[in-house]
Structure formats: C-alpha cells, structure tokens
C-alpha cells in the first residue's frame, strides 16, 4: 500500500506561484508514475501533469499549463512537486496528486492506483 500526502496549496493573486508537494510513503516501487490532476467545483477531473518516478523525467503536461507549470521530483524524500507559476483565477481547484505502477505515462486518471487527499488552490482575480 503507497500512502500520498499532498501539501502546499493556498490562496494566491493572480499572477503568483505556489508549489506543490506530493510525499509517498509505505511499500514504494522501483518503477511508477507520479501525475497530478486538479478538479474545479462543478467541473470534471481533469489532468494537470505527470512524470516518471522521482527524478521528472519524461513529463507531460495538459496544454493549459504548458509554460507555466513544471513537476518535478526528489528521489531521496520519495516527493514530486509542481510548481505553479503565473496563476490564474481558472487555475483555482483541489489538486490531488496520483501514483500509477509502471514506468508509462498516462493522462488519464483511472489508470493511477493511489490518489492523495488533495489540496487546495485557489487563485484571486
């Protein structure tokens, strides 16, 4: 069992950045992706960004973020993190991060086996 504890998340203008942090813990494996994804009120989950294991190699991102978010991973501390830079008030979401067994990528999220709480981001016009 991966336990994921997501944190980071607040209140933020327009324009700002956070950075969010994903920590894995319990029975870790030597081959998986790591994804976020993010889900406004009233609206679907919808895929944020991925990578493979924790070092950001091979990532993905949903062209709505394309240029401004970035994942990436510390190995030793079993974290991936996604900073968040030029926010903007449609960012504004519940981002959980998901951890997939494997080494492929994918956008969608019933492919991933554990799933974290969430944390909240909510940006200000």
């Known amino acids: 069992q991966v336990q994921l504890v997501e944190s980071g998340g607040g209140l933020v203008q327009a324009g700002g950045s956070l950075r969010l942090s994903c920590a894995a813990s319990?029975?870790?494996?030597?081959?998986?992706?790591m994804g976020w994804f993010r889900q406004a009120p009233g609206k679907e989950r919808e895929f944020v960004a991925a990578?493979?294991?924790?070092?950001?190699?091979?990532?993905d991102y949903a062209d709505s973020v394309k240029g401004r978010f970035t994942i990436s991973g510390d190995n030793a501390k079993n974290t991936v993190y996604l900073q968040m830079n030029s926010l903007k008030p449609e960012d504004t979401a519940v981002y959980y991060c998901?951890?997939?067994?494997?080494?492929?990528?994918?956008?969608?999220?019933?492919?991933?086996?554990?799933w974290g709480q969430g944390t909240q981001v909510t940006v200000s016009s």
């Open positions: 998901a951890l997939r067994l494997g080494s492929t990528l994918y956008t969608q999220g019933w492919r991933y086996n554990y």
């Open positions: 319990g029975r870790t494996h030597s081959s998986y992706a």
């Open positions: 990578t493979i294991n924790w070092r950001g190699e091979s990532t």
